[in-house]
């Protein structure tokens, strides 16, 4: 049964005595990306979207907002159809600063960062729920075992939210990539590791999975003064992830950070110069 970019092959033939939801998805060869398209500009950072491309949340500092950074969201019925005007997510964001905003598979949780409660203006990860698409968020509550004395923003999950990918430094520029995991979705989240395979001398952050957990994209200033977006696969999850590579064909002379993608990996969608959101697919 052929499932967007990944296979998942029968248990007889794959010689399996137990299914592995992530072992048995294959990741298929992907071509080029296409041409960069404009999504919005004016004052947006951090996109996330649900899988299915229909709601877009983002951090922004526009009027309207509640103080410093916050939460926005537009919300549209087609892929085909322009973004219409955001609205602020009035019951997540207070006057501290919101952002870095990541979804489950089914768009019900929702994963944000914050420096509120916080006298040292670094970041802490926040988890908040819905009942369903259309119902409101539940109160935000923070997700103490992914948070420490550092800045811990730009949350990612794969497909079945047991493994997240994450930014951590001692501010918002000195940053690098961790890791963690846990064992069902009801369980804590392990304490993240550093994904030292991946990161480098400057800043590593906004870090996005693919279903499998297998394939990573990120930002680094590692190339030049301003960011780039990279790409790094690992064999499997238990090993290190691969050298990175740098996307050549997305880069523009402007620092592009903040990836998201959709899990077939056929589409992103990333920030330039926290002033515009561009598109692109193969």
Same mark, same amino acid.
């Given at each position: 049964?052929?499932?967007?970019?990944?296979?998942?092959?029968?248990?007889?033939?794959?010689?399996?005595?137990?299914?592995?939801?992530?072992?048995?998805?294959?990741?298929?060869?992907?071509?080029?990306?296409?041409?960069?398209?404009?999504?919005?500009?004016?004052?947006?950072?951090?996109?996330?979207?649900?899988?299915?491309?229909?709601?877009?949340?983002?951090?922004?500092?526009?009027?309207?907002?509640?103080?410093?950074?916050? %939460?926005?969201?537009?919300? $549209?019925? @087609? #892929?085909?159809?322009? *973004?219409?005007? &955001?609205?602020? !997510? =009035?019951? +997540? /964001?207070?006057?501290?600063?919101?952002?870095?905003?990541?979804?489950?598979?089914?768009?019900?949780?929702?994963?944000?960062?914050?420096?509120?409660?916080?006298?040292?203006?670094?970041?802490?990860?926040?988890?908040?729920?819905?009942?369903?698409?259309?119902?409101?968020?539940?109160?935000?509550?923070?997700?103490?075992?992914?948070?420490?004395?550092?800045?811990?923003?730009?949350?990612?999950?794969?497909?079945?939210?047991?493994?997240?990918?994450?930014?951590?430094?001692?501010?918002?520029?000195?940053?690098? %990539?961790?890791?963690?995991? $846990?064992? @069902? #979705?009801?369980?804590? *989240?392990?304490? &993240?590791?550093? !994904? =030292?395979? +991946? /990161?480098?001398?400057?800043?590593?952050?906004?870090?996005?999975?693919?279903?499998?957990?297998?394939?990573?994209?990120?930002?680094?200033?590692?190339?030049?003064?301003?960011?780039?977006?990279?790409?790094?696969?690992?064999?499997?999850?238990?090993?290190?992830?691969?050298?990175?590579?740098?996307?050549?064909?997305?880069?523009?002379?402007?620092?592009?950070?903040?990836?998201?993608?959709?899990?077939?990996?056929?589409?992103?969608?990333?920030?330039?110069?926290?002033?515009?959101?561009?598109?692109?697919?193969?």
């Amino acid at each position: 049964m052929r499932l967007g970019l990944w296979s998942i092959c029968a248990l007889g033939a794959c010689g399996r005595v137990a299914f592995d939801p992530v072992g048995d998805l294959v990741v298929d060869p992907l071509g080029p990306w296409g041409p960069r398209q404009t999504i919005m500009v004016g004052d947006v950072d951090d996109p996330a979207m649900t899988n299915d491309r229909l709601e877009l949340f983002f951090e922004s500092a526009r009027a309207g907002g509640q103080g410093d950074d916050d %939460l926005w969201h537009s919300v $549209r019925t @087609s #892929v085909d159809q322009p *973004w219409p005007p &955001p609205a602020n !997510l =009035t019951a +997540l /964001n207070t006057a501290a600063e919101e952002g870095h905003p990541a979804l489950s598979a089914d768009g019900l949780t929702l994963w944000f960062a914050s420096d509120r409660g916080n006298a040292s203006d670094v970041a802490d990860i926040y988890v908040t729920t819905r009942a369903t698409r259309d119902a409101p968020w539940d109160p935000p509550t923070i997700v103490s075992e992914l948070n420490d004395a550092g800045n811990n923003e730009s949350p990612s999950v794969d497909l079945f939210a047991l493994r997240m990918a994450l930014a951590w430094g001692p501010n918002s520029v000195d940053e690098n %990539l961790m890791e963690a995991t $846990r064992a @069902s #979705v009801t369980s804590a *989240w392990s304490t &993240p590791q550093l !994904l =030292t395979s +991946l /990161n480098s001398s400057v800043t590593d952050s906004g870090p996005v999975l693919d279903a499998t957990g297998r394939v990573i994209y990120f930002s680094s200033t590692r190339d030049s003064a301003t960011a780039d977006l990279f790409v790094a696969l690992r064999p499997s999850l238990g090993e290190p992830f691969e050298a990175p590579s740098r996307i050549d064909e997305l880069s523009t002379d402007q620092a592009d950070t903040d990836p998201w993608i959709t899990p077939d990996q056929r589409y992103i969608m990333w920030c330039v110069d926290q002033n515009t959101l561009y598109e692109a697919s193969r």
